[in-house]
Each structure stands twice: as structure tokens, then as C-alpha cells.
């Protein structure tokens, strides 16, 4: 929990930071228009004589000078050497931000106590202090800083310029009107964007609980479909995954002709083995051999199932008669190399397996199913004939070759 706060105060600096960063290189850009602006207008068109603005307009040398030195060092702080928030300097971007907004403000100040000629001495300051708490996002104590330094400098000039009379008396009113409502202004944003920024991390937070919801469930399908197709004994496919294998094949038929094996796989005298040493040996039995079959259709990029019972089937797509060949010879050694004891098999004294396979091109959808029924056929040949050995026949044109 203090974890979680913790990471949202350092995600409000952050974004606030970020936002004023912003919003501190657009006034400074603003503002140096405008003093550029005042400055032509005050000592350019009032050397116009027949503009006749010598008394009109007044904005010294000395006042140009200080706010382009400012704004200058200002924008070779965020527009040149690109000034980046990060965790490591959040503490130096919020003092950046006070000294700016309290400089900002100050200077205002200076000069509201010196160009008294054309305008109300108390129109910069509050320009500026105005845009500042409005535009800004400031903590309380940035404004409060910034006006405990610059309105006292305001005051004493503008005391020093009048003494303590009628005009001065009704500035200190106007100040300490403005004042307060420019720290409303700004306590209004600051709260305002702060709420938005709980909100969008309430969001976040929704969204991210969501997305995780939402992988669980993608997963816990995920298993339910993948229990759904698989042998629990053996985990191998089970009929339903080896039927939906062979739509699949089907549609592929439609499209253009290809390969198709398929492998039937009978072990020996299994009835035998589970009347002898019981059913859970005969278990132990058909996994090992599903071990077998799984790596198999690993090598070799094919379907392996559990047919039923002890029988298995292995489907192959685009493999040619070689290869059906060469996996027939594969699962059947494999086997006996397990050299599982079976004292009552007819045919060896370990587990053997029979072994029916047929491998046809196809070009039409049905041809599958009789590439399965030859299979079939093949493996009933094999346990005809003494078992513990393999029969191959390829199809052409639903004609055995």
C-alpha cells in the first residue's frame, strides 16, 4: 500500500514536471514576442516625429535587457539543452520551476515599480503573475514563495515612488485583491489536474486488472481447450483433436493436392499383459509408449493420437512414402527398446506393436478417409500374420500400388 502511494506521488511530479516544462517554454516564447513587440514600439516609432509618441510610450534599454536575458537563459534550459524529467531529478525540476515562476514574478515587480510614464505600474505584475497561476500547475508553496518575495518588492517600490498616499493606499487594496485571487487560481488548476491524474491512474489500474483478467482467462481456456483435445492418460490427441486435424486436412484438399500418411499402431497381445500384471502396469504401459509417439510427431511435424483403447495413429501431411516407411520402422524399434516384459505375449517375451500404414496423394477431401480404411486394413494384414511387424501400401486413385 505505501508502495503503490508512494509510486502515484512520484507519477503526479512526474506529469505536473512535465506539464509545466511545457507550458514554461510557450510563455517564455509568448513573452518574448511581447517585450520585443513593446520594445520596437517604444523606441523605434517614437522617434517617428510625425507620430509624435515621445511622451506616450516608455520602455527602457535597461528593463529589454533583463526580461531577453531571462527569457534567453530560459529557453537554452528547455528548448536547447532539453531539460528531461526523471526519478533521479524530480526535486531539481521543482526547484527549477520555483525559481523560474519566482524570477518570473519578481522581475515583473521590478519593472511595475519603474515604467510609471503610459501605463498602470501594476499591469506587468499582474500580467504576469495571472498567467503564471493560471497556465502554471504550482503547489501551494510555489505560490506562496513566489508572491512572499516578489509582492513585497512590488509594494516597497511603489511606496518609494508615491509615499503613503491616496494612489499607494488604493494599489496595496488592488494587490491584496489580486493576490489571493491569483493563489485561487492557481490552487484550482493544480487540484483540478491532480483529480485527472487519479483518475487516469484509477484507469490505468482498471485497465491493467483488465488485461490480466482477461490473460487468465485467455489461459485457463487455453487449458480447457488443450485438456478438451488430449488423452489424459497419455497426452496425446484424442479423437476429437484427431477428427478437427482431419477437417482441417480436407479443406486443405480443396485447395491443392498433396501427401497424406497414416499410421496405425496396435500393441500385442495387450489384453494378455493387463490380465497378468493388472491394469496399472498396463497404464504404465500405453504412456510410454505415448512418450515414444509424442517425440515422434515432434521430429517429424505430425499428428499423434490415441485411436482407442491400445491403439494408437500417427497422421502425416505432405511426407512422402519414405518417411512413412522410415516411422513405421522407428516406432516399432523404439518399442522393443523399452524391453517392457510381457511372459504371456504369443509373439516375444517383450511388448511388441503391429504396425498398418498407407500413404496417398490427394486430390479430393474424401480420398482421406480411404488412405485410413487401407491403413486399416494394412494393420489387420500385420496381426493376420504374426504381428510384431509393419505393412505399407500407397494409393493411387483410390487403387492400391
Known sequence: MIREMDNEQTLMKTEVLKQNLQKISFLNKVFTIVIVSLFILTNVLSNIPILNLDNLLS???????VFILFNLIIYYLIDIRKLHVKDENINKMEFFVSVYVTLFITIGALVSTRELDIYNPLLIYTLILLSCSSFLILTAKQVAISLAISSPILLSGL????????????????ILSVIPIAFFISQSIYYSFKRSIKYQVEMMKEAQVTRNLTKKLREANRKLELQASLDPLTNLHNRRAYNEYLKGLQIKAKESPFYVSVIMIDVDCFKLYNDTYGHTEGDNVLVKIGE?????ADEYNCLASRWGGEEFSLLLADKEEVVTKEICNKVKMRIEQLN?????????????????????????????Y????????????????????????????????
Open 59 to 65: 520602455f527602457t534599454l535597461m528593463h529589454f535587457v
Open 159 to 174: 511606496y518609494m515612488q508615491h509615499g503613503m498616499n491616496d494612489i499607494f493606499k488604493l494599489q496595496i487594496i488592488y
Open 292 to 296: 515414444i509417439l509424442n517425440d515422434l
Open 340 to 368: 517392457i516384459p510381457h511372459c504371456q505375449s504369443m509373439i516375444a517375451d517383450y511388448v511388441t506393436v503391429s504396425i498398418g500404414a498407407c500413404t496417398t496423394y490427394i486430390t479430393e477431401p474424401s480420398e482421406i
Open 370 to 401: 480411404t488412405c485410413i480404411k487401407k491403413a486399416d486394413e494394412a494393420l489387420y494384414n500385420v496381426k493376420e500374420n504374426g504381428r510384431n511387424s509393419f505393412e505399407h501400401c500407397y494409393v493411387e486413385g483410390g487403387v492400391s500400388v
